[in-house]
């Protein structure tokens, strides 16, 4: 398979998409909603490339086009800034104030206020619904269709399954997502919107509250396996690891005073 | 059933033993039939209501987020009740220009509701389609799933004395 991009001959497997070739060999293609470890979606389109076949080049989106024969891909023509400069513009009516965007536009000399802003803090890449997916609880769903699609939980109410594992906040491009901590309670909110509240565990050392109480279950079955010990515990992380140092010293000191009896001296 | 003030609709009461036949006699409990099974149910019910659309999640092994989007995706789906009686009109471009824009004005006038919604009796709906692909005999409308090719206000106006009359 002999696979061309931007005029070099470039190392690539059979059905690798051309982002993962782009990616293995260093080529740039910018993109918003894409993520190796999730299924491709296709959602923010600023990914799109040329494919050349023959005379004629085609426009497809780099991040779900798996290369299956010989071809030949422009990822940074005239044609393409122009395109992907439009989308951020596009992308930027919806997210004003986001990062992401405000790098990207930097690099294709978008500018950021050409449409009205409307800000509805989502640029629908729809990254959090994959992750809640295939990491989380099934929280988060892409609802409705055209304009009027959004983010949202079944039934816009607060959903039961989630597990308060915050990929969601981790995966959002445009950090519309976060996750409060408050009187024992992480609280999931989406644009503005309550999505899930998860009970925290309290440290039965030091008493303060560390991870989400959680259905181990579902979460088991994902993961693939029977033991996630660290979901179980009852101390919190640092307290663990006090009472770990306290016992490895004790041992310490008690061989030793076994050996040596001035050994307490010393230490 | 209990009338609750809160909401002006009165929600029909989920049947299971219903809703087992229609997921595993009817389909088998398969999960590519899962949108047959929604359109069943919602022919049952006149909308997809949120219990049995959990009693098909729990069913099938689809997560009730993949199911509610495909509720909200399709515009044919409903998850508000729907009411006894339902009067679609077009209003793709044909059906405009022969001025189904003012039949829609007219019958919601008439019923003092919005398109989209249902009187407070439950007895009907309006609602509008963006194209029901019959433009030749436009303007069309649909009156309990029967279709009215080149209709009329008067026509309109007789669904709504017939089903006020019942």
């Known amino acids: 398979m002999k696979i061309i991009m931007d005029g070099k001959e470039v190392a690539a497997e059979r059905g690798q998409t051309i982002v993962e070739v782009a990616r293995r060999n260093g080529v740039y293609i910018p993109t918003l909603c894409h993520v190796p470890a999730l299924e491709p979606a296709a959602m923010c389109r600023v990914c799109t490339v040329e494919l050349v076949e023959g005379?004629?080049?085609?426009?497809?989106?780099s991040c779900n086009y798996p290369l299956r024969g010989d071809a030949e891909i422009r990822t940074d023509t005239p044609m393409l800034r122009q395109n992907r400069k439009v989308l951020i513009e596009l992308l930027a009516s919806r997210c004003p104030d986001a990062e992401a965007l405000k790098e990207l536009a930097e690099r294709y000399g978008a500018d950021l206020n050409r449409f009205p802003a409307e800000d509805r803090q989502c640029i629908m890449c729809g990254l959090c619904a994959r992750v809640c997916e295939r990491v989380g609880g099934n929280v988060l769903a892409l609802c409705g269709r055209g304009v009027e699609i959004r983010v949202d939980t079944s039934f816009g109410r607060l959903s039961p399954t989630c597990i308060g594992c915050a990929s969601c906040v981790q995966i959002c491009p445009v950090n519309a997502i976060r996750i409060e901590d408050m009187d024992g309670e992480r609280r999931v909110i989406v644009r503005g919107k309550e999505a899930s509240r998860v009970q925290l565990r309290k440290c039965t050392s030091c008493g303060i509250h560390f991870g989400p109480v959680i259905d181990l279950g579902p979460v088991?079955?994902?993961?693939?396996?029977?033991?996630?010990?660290?979901?179980?515990?009852?101390?919190?992380?640092?307290?663990?690891?006090?009472?770990?140092?306290?016992?490895?010293?004790?041992?310490?000191?008690?061989?030793?005073?076994?050996?040596?009896?001035?050994?307490?001296?010393?230490? | 059933?209990?009338?609750?003030?809160?909401?002006?609709?009165?929600?029909?009461?989920?049947?299971?033993?219903?809703?087992?036949?229609?997921?595993?006699?009817?389909?088998?409990?398969?999960?590519?039939?899962?949108?047959?099974?929604?359109?069943?149910?919602?022919?049952?019910?006149?909308?997809?209501?949120?219990?049995?659309?959990?009693?098909?999640?729990?069913?099938?092994?689809?997560?009730?987020?993949?199911?509610?989007?495909?509720?909200?995706?399709?515009?044919?789906?409903?998850?508000?009740?729907?009411?006894?009686?339902?009067?679609?009109?077009?209003?793709?471009t044909a059906c405009h220009l022969k001025g189904s824009g003012g039949m829609v004005r007219h019958v919601a006038a008439k019923l003092g509701i919005a398109p989209g919604a249902t009187t407070p009796d439950m007895k009907f709906t309006l609602e509008t389609v963006n194209c029901l692909g019959a433009c030749a005999v436009s303007p069309v409308v649909v009156f309990d799933d029967k279709y009215y090719p080149q209709a009329t206000v008067g026509q309109l106006n007789e669904f709504i004395e017939k089903v006020n009359a019942e």
């Open chain 1, 55 to 61: 005379r004629r080049t085609r426009l497809v989106t």
């Open chain 1, 220 to 267: 088991l079955d994902r993961a693939g396996e029977g033991g996630v010990p660290a979901f179980n515990a009852s101390v919190c992380p640092a307290c663990s690891r006090r009472s770990l140092a306290r016992r490895l010293a004790e041992r310490h000191f008690e061989q030793h005073a076994v050996e040596s009896p001035d050994a307490d001296e010393e230490g």
């Open chain 2, 1 to 92: 059933m209990p009338e609750s003030e809160a909401t002006c609709c009165q929600e029909p009461e989920v049947d299971f033993v219903v809703l087992d036949r229609i997921i595993r006699d009817e389909f088998g409990g398969r999960r590519e039939a899962m949108i047959m099974m929604m359109q069943t149910i919602q022919r049952r019910y006149r909308y997809l209501p949120e219990p049995a659309l959990y009693y098909l999640s729990q069913v099938l092994g689809v997560p009730i987020t993949k199911i509610y989007e495909v509720a909200t995706f399709y515009a044919s789906f409903s998850l508000v009740p729907k009411g006894k009686h339902l009067l679609h009109v077009c209003t793709g």
